[in-house]
């Protein structure tokens, strides 16, 4: 999208040791000077965040967490809150990954409050969306995340400049993508959706696609209109493979 930097996120899920969180970030920062087009950004384990933190410098590559409270305190046991993710040095938080939808049985209604929470801490919230493979086949996609968008995102999500990133349930961890057409559409059906809602900043709205993406597929995937970044998974463990999709943008 004209005017906006890519951003290229890893998320780390559930993997790895403090030390081997320590050397991917450091092996990330080994060699960001081949990045130059994007701004990339890693989400580890709450229990890492200090360690890559730490080998980050803090900057310039951000840090965010994989999912936060929308309470702002109190005896809420085993949760963190957005305060704490922007304490240890997060800048932002994935909310409502299809995993969190489907082990935790998170809402839109509750990944909507707990945007609202990232934002009141000054985070700002990557809102997950993406239909199911049975949703694809009855021709629901565009439709199911269009009502993830109404439902996930709180009225200021646009002007506390959120990111949205698009990943089919059926594309993450399988190796699978869409086609660059079926991108393509969802991307430009989205970029509609955030435009009406958000007149003058939805149009602008960061929109990353998630799901197998790799240093193969990353330089067409991230070419197609109204695709502004990527949320990585699987490929973000390993520092070579998380660089040279930054270096696709
Ligand atoms: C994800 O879960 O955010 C993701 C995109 O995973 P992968 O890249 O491994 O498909």
């Known amino acids: 999208t004209p005017g906006v930097r890519p951003l290229i996120?890893?998320?780390?899920?559930?993997?790895?040791?403090?030390?081997e969180?320590?050397?991917?970030?450091?092996g990330v920062?080994?060699?960001?000077?081949?990045?130059?087009?994007?701004?990339?950004?890693?989400?580890?384990?709450f229990l890492h965040l200090h360690v890559a933190a730490a080998s980050m410098g803090w900057k310039p590559v951000g840090i965010g967490g994989q999912?936060?409270?929308?309470?702002?305190?109190?005896?809420?046991?085993?949760?963190?809150?957005?305060?704490m993710l922007a304490d240890a040095g997060c800048g932002y938080v994935i909310l409502g990954h299809s995993e969190r939808r489907a082990d935790h049985g998170e809402t839109d209604g509750l990944v909507q409050a707990k945007a609202r929470a990232a934002i009141e801490a000054g985070l700002i919230p990557i809102v997950c969306v993406g239909e199911t493979e049975a949703q694809r086949d009855a021709g629901e996609a565009e439709a199911v995340v269009a009502a993830q968008l109404a439902g996930s995102l709180p009225p200021d999500f646009a002007s506390a400049r959120?990111?949205?990133?698009?990943?089919?349930?059926?594309?993450?961890?399988?190796?699978?993508?869409?086609?660059?057409?079926?991108?393509?559409a969802m991307h430009g059906r989205m970029r509609a959706e955030l435009a009406a809602r958000f007149p003058g900043q939805g149009e602008t709205t960061r929109l990353l696609y998630g799901g197998s993406v790799k240093p193969s597929n990353a330089q067409a995937i991230l070419a197609l209109p109204n695709v502004d970044g990527a949320l990585v998974g699987g490929a973000s463990l390993k520092a070579d493979d998380f660089l040279a999709i930054g270096a696709a943008v």
Request: net charge negative.
């Open 9 to 19: 996120a890893g998320n780390w899920k559930m993997n790895g040791t403090l030390r």
């Open 21 to 26: 969180a320590a050397a991917l970030a450091e």
């Open 29 to 45: 920062r080994a060699g960001l000077d081949r990045v130059t087009g994007a701004d990339l950004l890693l989400c580890p384990p």
């Open 67 to 83: 999912d936060c409270s929308a309470e702002a305190n109190g005896a809420h046991t085993g949760d963190v809150s957005a305060a």
């Open 162 to 184: 959120g990111v949205v990133a698009y990943e089919p349930v059926w594309a993450i961890g399988t190796g699978r993508t869409p086609t660059e057409a079926d991108i393509t």
